[in-house]
T-cell receptor, first 117, second 109 residues
């Protein structure tokens, strides 16, 4: 079945560091990928929609300069948390839609747990 | 406004008991609804979607447009059903998912 790989699965870093999270579709091509954020014991909140070859669409309240998204190929989207601070600590999850199966549900990655000290 | 509501944070039942996880939605168009499950330390997995009308792991969910509900049901809960369950609505211009807050199902022996 379709697999989405997310890397790293867990990262701990100092305040002020920039962190890059990768989301790859392993056996399908994805023109659209989604980035979600999940706080402890809360639901997934959509942060942005990543479109291959164009700018990402950010949800209201999400700082685009803080959360840089690059979707340079049909199998890779990256989320960079710039100058991360403790309040950015969260669980980040990506999902991808198969370009050739538009009506099918999204496939989710394992998520990345980001801890900023 | 597009919204998914799961009123119960936690649902605890005994093995063999029936289970119903509630989900209500608010959507102006024709909704496409899903149930996702997240077992401990695992990724989010699709459990079922209303379009396919299939039963997965004994779970079923019927879309009730009159009540704007998509409750998840299982007649006899098993311990391995213990997990977080999220109801989701596909909305937005790009087809992103809108999630409910989730219900933690705990099935006791």
């Amino acid at each position: 079945g379709a697999v989405v790989s997310q890397h790293p699965s867990w990262v701990i870093c100092k305040s002020g560091t920039s962190v890059k999270i990768e989301c790859r579709s392993l056996d399908f091509q994805a023109t659209t990928m989604f980035w979600y954020r999940q706080f402890p014991k809360q639901s997934l909140m959509l942060m942005a929609t990543s479109n291959e070859g164009s700018k990402a669409t950010y949800e209201q309240g999400v700082e685009k300069d803080k959360f840089l998204i690059n979707h340079a190929s049909l199998t890779l989207s990256t989320l960079t948390v710039t100058s991360a601070h403790p309040e950015d600590s969260s669980f980040y999850i990506c999902s991808a839609r198969d370009r050739d199966r538009a009506g099918q549900p999204q496939h989710f990655g394992d998520g990345t747990r980001l801890s900023i000290l | 406004a597009q919204r998914v509501t799961q009123p119960e944070k936690l649902l605890s039942v005994f093995k063999g008991a029936p289970v119903e996880l509630k989900c209500n939605y608010s959507y102006s168009g024709s909704p496409e609804l899903f149930w996702y499950v997240q077992y401990s330390r695992q990724r989010l997995q699709l459990l079922l979607r209303h379009i396919s009308r299939e039963s997965i792991k004994g779970f079923t969910a019927d879309l009730n447009k009159g009540e704007t509900s998509f409750h998840l049901k299982k007649p006899f809960a098993q311990e391995e059903d213990s997990a977080m369950y999220y109801c989701a609505l596909r909305g937005g211009s790009q087809g992103n998912l809108i999630f409910g807050k989730g219900t933690k199902l705990s099935v006791k022996p």
